[in-house]
């Protein structure tokens, strides 16, 4: 298989959840992450090509991070079995300074991590 990632990713090893910035809607539980992406399990699929303004929230500050704003474009999503939960890919595609230096705070907390 081809893996077309420019950027490891890592598995949450501690609960990061994404909600949508402005609705407060529930996008899922932070599966994996890398410095461009994560991919959500959540309760309901995400159309794809969708762009979101996302918050990410740890449910306890990681490295002083407890929490990260960001614009991602929903780049797949596919829907569980009846009664089990979503996967949908996320890419982020924009980003401030301040937020960046937190994602990559996170990175290495959990590249330490395993």
């Known amino acids: 298989m081809n893996d077309r990632?420019?950027?490891?990713?890592?598995?949450?090893t501690s609960l990061l959840e994404v909600f949508e910035q402005h609705s407060g809607r529930?996008?899922?539980r932070v599966a994996d992450i890398s410095s461009d992406?994560?991919?959500l399990c959540g309760p309901v699929p995400q159309p794809a090509d969708?762009?979101?303004e996302c918050?990410?929230?740890?449910?306890?500050p990681l490295d002083g991070v407890s929490e990260l704003h960001f614009i991602s474009d929903c780049l797949w999503s596919r829907g569980g079995e009846q009664g089990q939960q979503c996967w949908s890919g996320y890419h982020i595609i924009d980003i401030d300074q301040r937020n960046t230096e937190a994602?990559?705070?996170?990175l290495r907390h959990?590249?330490?991590s395993s």
């Open 50 to 52: 969708t762009l979101v």
């Open 26 to 28: 529930y996008l899922g």
């Open 103 to 106: 994602l990559s705070a996170l």
């Open 110 to 112: 959990f590249q330490a």
């Open 55 to 60: 918050r990410l929230v740890c449910s306890t």
């Open 5 to 12: 990632r420019q950027h490891s990713r890592y598995q949450a």
């Open 37 to 39: 992406g994560l991919m």
